[in-house]
């Protein structure tokens, strides 16, 4: 079965400092990983997907095979980056997203 | 471009009543979803359809809930009779194709008395 995990319903950082929004899987082949993003009043839009090895907005995240983690990483958060992040898994040539319960981000100021 | 469309908004309904809810997906994407977002949980897979064929119907609840793209491009995802537990916000999404990236539409929020 596939599953996805965010520990943290709610994180709450002050702008300058480093974030890490934890995502942990479970699914038995070699999925692949999404961080999509909601901002207040907007729609749900991807962030960023493993398979681009990409930062966006200053965003990263690295599949951890041996963990099962795809922590999304940010070395100095900003005010805008308060949101909700979801962490999703497609299974291998699977067609569908499996999201996990989502974490709020607050960047304080 | 134009995003999804969809349609109403904000619906507020009395248990066993019924319900429609209508997607106009990004144009020339031939998948289109249709995902149950309970609150406080992630984004729910209903249905998959690829053009107007279903791809993926495994978590919708038959017996309620029915869904249609008859010309491959809008769809509607119809509740009847709605229970409280259908209080929800249902999201639809399009991709050009089955493995690309999903759009997502605003949403319609449903509320169920």
């Known amino acids: 079965a596939q599953r996805v995990t965010q520990p943290e319903k709610l994180l709450s950082v002050f702008k300058g400092a480093p974030v890490e929004l934890k995502c942990n899987y479970s699914?038995?082949?070699?999925?692949?990983l999404f961080w999509y993003v909601q901002y207040s009043r907007q729609r749900l839009q991807l962030l960023l997907r493993?398979?681009s090895r990409e930062s966006i907005k200053g965003f990263t995240a690295d599949l951890n095979k041996g963990e099962t983690s795809f922590h999304l990483k940010k070395p100095f958060a900003q005010e805008e980056d308060s949101a909700m992040y979801y962490c999703?898994?497609?299974?291998?040539?699977?067609?569908?997203?499996?999201f996990g319960q989502g974490t709020r981000l607050t960047i304080n100021p | 471009e134009a995003g999804v469309a969809q349609s109403p908004r904000y619906k507020i309904i009395e248990k066993r009543q019924s319900v429609a809810f209508w997607c106009n997906p990004i144009?020339?994407?031939?998948?289109l979803y249709w995902y149950q977002q309970i609150l406080g949980q992630g984004p729910k897979l209903l249905i998959q359809?690829?053009?107007?064929?279903?791809?993926?119907d495994s978590q919708l609840p038959k017996d309620r809930f029915s869904a249609e793209r008859l010309k491959g491009v809008d769809s509607t995802l119809k509740i009847q009779p709605a229970k409280l537990e259908d209080s929800a916000v249902y999201l639809c999404?399009?991709?050009?194709?089955?493995?690309?990236?999903?759009?997502f539409g605003p949403g319609t929020r449903l509320l169920v008395l």
């Open positions: 359809f690829q053009n107007n064929g279903v791809v993926d």
């Open positions: 144009s020339g994407h031939a998948t």
């Open positions: 999404a399009s991709s050009l194709e089955p493995l690309k990236t999903q759009y």
């Open positions: 699914y038995s082949g070699s999925p692949e």
């Open positions: 999703a898994l497609k299974g291998q040539g699977a067609q569908k997203l499996v």
């Open positions: 493993h398979i």
